[in-house]
């Protein structure tokens, strides 16, 4: 038969288990405050997430808009490139201008461009092939011949590569 423990052994066990209790009870005040942080952290997290949901909202507006613009944009793009592909049989139809702002609207976009400077005359002479039909202009210009190349680019919207110095004549 297992004897009776002493009182004093009785009573160091209770102050053992006295003892872990409250060993406990300082763990579990540490836990509850933590509980507590963490639970006011998830309060301004949720705020965070709010303005992370508005923050995703804006970009996806954007994006739309981007993509919006990007559509916008090759939809102008595929008219004109139908336009260059068609082709007019017969001679060509020549449009003299007399004014340089209808030439760079008419002949933006062009296939080709020429341009010509007459010193002796002082006159500049540009021709430009588009959609079959050759549009010229003449007028006075600057003599820098490679001024005019970029300058008729940037005018033209015309790469520098294909404009050249001379005339575009009728086959």
């Not at 300082?26 to 952290?41: A, F, P, V, Y």
């Not at 954007?62 to 068609?86: F, T």
């Not at 210009?141 to 190349?149: Q, S, V």
Request: charged share 35%; aromatic share 6%.
């Amino acid at each position: 038969m297992a004897k009776k423990p002493s009182r004093d052994d009785a009573l160091e066990a209770l102050d053992f288990i006295i003892n872990v209790l409250r060993e406990h009870e300082k763990d579990l005040d540490k836990l509850i405050k933590e509980l507590g942080e963490i639970t006011e952290r998830l309060g301004n997290s949720e705020e965070l997430s709010e303005k992370i949901e508005k923050i995703e909202e804006r970009l996806t507006s954007i994006q739309n808009e981007i993509a919006n613009i990007v559509n916008y944009v090759s939809a102008e793009r595929k008219p004109v490139e139908i336009e260059r592909q068609v082709q007019i049989k017969g001679p060509p139809v020549i449009i003299r201008c007399r004014q340089w702002e209808d030439f760079r609207t008419l002949a933006s976009g062009a296939e080709t461009v020429s341009f010509l400077y007459k010193e002796t005359d002082r006159s500049f002479q540009a021709d430009a092939l588009k959609n079959g039909r050759v549009i010229t202009y003449s007028g006075e210009l600057p003599k820098d011949n490679e001024l005019l190349r970029v300058w008729l680019s940037k005018e033209l919207g015309v790469d520098a590569k294909k404009i050249f110095e001379g005339v575009l004549a009728i086959g």
